[in-house]
């Protein structure tokens, strides 16, 4: 952890740009708890685009509740998030959207219609998310730019 929030802040240091994370699934967790941990150095981080982010203390079981990751409601950061709406995750998230508000992100969501998760490299693709799958770049520039981004 210590070491993803270094690497992040180095990288702004050294490049001299806004920094923006992009991740997936469970290293969404890891994204914001080293995001988190920049404190002062949070400045030049300006976002976070997570794809189908798993933040769960532990998969629920159908019909269980949800219990979620301390990081989700101590997250700050702006927030775009891709969810594929064929996706077990997308059923909560409701409730994961009111929890990173709470911690006082902004969270933007774009729901991808007809498609799992992992869509963008399953040996089983499905023909929409084979035809999707292309334009993941696109849809995390698009992501960036609802951030606040300007074009790459």
């Known amino acids: 952890m210590d070491n993803v929030a270094r690497l992040i802040a180095a990288s702004a240091r050294r490049s001299g740009k806004k920094i923006y994370l992009v991740s997936e699934g469970n290293g969404a967790a890891l994204a914001l708890t080293a995001a988190a941990a920049l404190h002062d150095d949070r400045r030049d981080l300006r976002g976070a685009i997570l794809l189908s982010p798993n933040l769960y203390v532990a998969t629920p079981e159908p019909g269980e509740d949800a219990r979620y990751l301390p990081v989700t409601t101590a997250t700050h950061l702006p927030l775009a998030i891709l969810q594929p709406e064929l996706s077990p995750w997308r059923w909560h998230l409701d409730q994961l959207q009111t929890l990173l508000s709470r911690g006082g992100a902004s969270?933007?969501?774009?729901?991808?219609?007809?498609?799992?998760?992992?869509?963008?490299?399953?040996?089983?693709?499905?023909?929409?998310?084979?035809?999707?799958?292309?334009?993941?770049?696109?849809?995390?520039?698009?992501?960036?730019?609802?951030l606040g981004g300007k074009q790459p």
């Not at 933007?108 to 993941?136: C, H, M, N, T, W």
């Open 107 to 146: 969270v933007a969501i774009k729901l991808l219609p007809k498609v799992r998760d992992r869509f963008y490299f399953r040996d089983d693709a499905l023909p929409a998310e084979q035809a999707l799958a292309p334009s993941l770049p696109q849809l995390i520039i698009n992501a960036y730019k609802q």
